[in-house]
T-cell receptor, first 113, second 109 residues
Framework: EAGVVQSPRYKIIEKKQPVAFWCNPI?????LYWYLQNLGQGPELLIR????????DSQLPKDRFSAERLKGVDSTLKIQPAELGDSAVYLC???????????FGQGTRLTVV | GENVEQHPSTLSVQEGDSAVIKCTYS??????FPWYKQELGKRPQLIID?????GEKKDQRIAVTLNKTAKHFSLHITETQPEDSAVYFC????????FGQGTILTVHP
């Protein structure tokens, strides 16, 4: 079984530039999460999808962050414009149903300079 | 919302010793408690989980206990090995997974 796939693995951009991350969850998984992980800290939820519907985006900074999950499968997370403080690892995870094991992707390490 | 506190932040043990990591949660409605292991530069991976209708679960050298009344749960690793060295995260689920801050476990040979 293929795991959660994220791309790119690493991204370096200048501040004020846009950036996008892509996530392909495990086939058949209805629930998809985007987490932000700062160095030395636990993952923090940005947004959760149930199929194509964003059901929890209370922690997503909507002035600069946006996300979509087309057809309830792949998802993209976008930041525009990026700020220095956005430097972190962005993790995507999926689970078959709410409240079951969440499988994580390798993450995208974003560096904003 | 849910708040998860994890202690200690760092833990150093000798190979063969036991290691215990403790977490408390705030929302009594939380009903699923996974533990993740994250090695440097890698993804978090589930090592064990427990649901609120169970008090203890064991898988070889790893065990988790849950005290719903006190709202805390613990990870126990026995006979630690150097390859157990990693960051361990607890989490609590009620509608969404909320993670603790992590424990850096170092097992010295």
């Amino acid at each position: 079984e293929a795991g959660v796939v994220q791309s790119p693995r690493y991204k370096i951009i200048e501040k004020k530039q846009p950036v996008a991350f892509w996530c392909n969850p495990i086939s058949g998984h209805n629930t998809l999460y985007w987490y932000l992980q700062n160095l030395g800290q636990g993952p923090e939820l940005l947004i959760r999808y149930e199929n194509e519907e964003a059901v929890d985006d209370s922690q997503l900074p909507k002035d600069r962050f946006s996300a979509e999950r087309l057809k309830g499968v792949d998802s993209t997370l976008k930041i525009q414009p990026a700020e220095l403080g956005d430097s972190a690892v962005y993790l995507c995870a999926s689970s078959s149903h709410l409240g079951t094991e969440a499988f994580f992707g390798q993450g995208t390490r974003l560096t904003v300079v | 919302g849910e708040n998860v506190e994890q202690h200690p932040s760092t833990l150093s043990v000798q190979e063969g010793d036991s290691a215990v990591i403790k977490c408390t949660y705030s929302d009594s409605a939380s009903n699923y408690f996974p533990w993740y292991k994250q090695e440097l530069g890698k993804r978090p991976q589930l090592i064990i989980d427990i649901r609120s209708n169970v008090g203890e679960k064991k898988d070889q050298r790893i065990a988790v206990t849950l005290n719903k009344t006190a709202k805390h749960f613990s990870l126990h690793i026995t006979e630690t090995q150097p390859e157990d060295s990693a960051v361990y995260f607890c989490a609590a689920f009620y509608g969404k997974l909320t993670f603790g801050q992590g424990t850096i476990l170092t097992v010295h040979p």
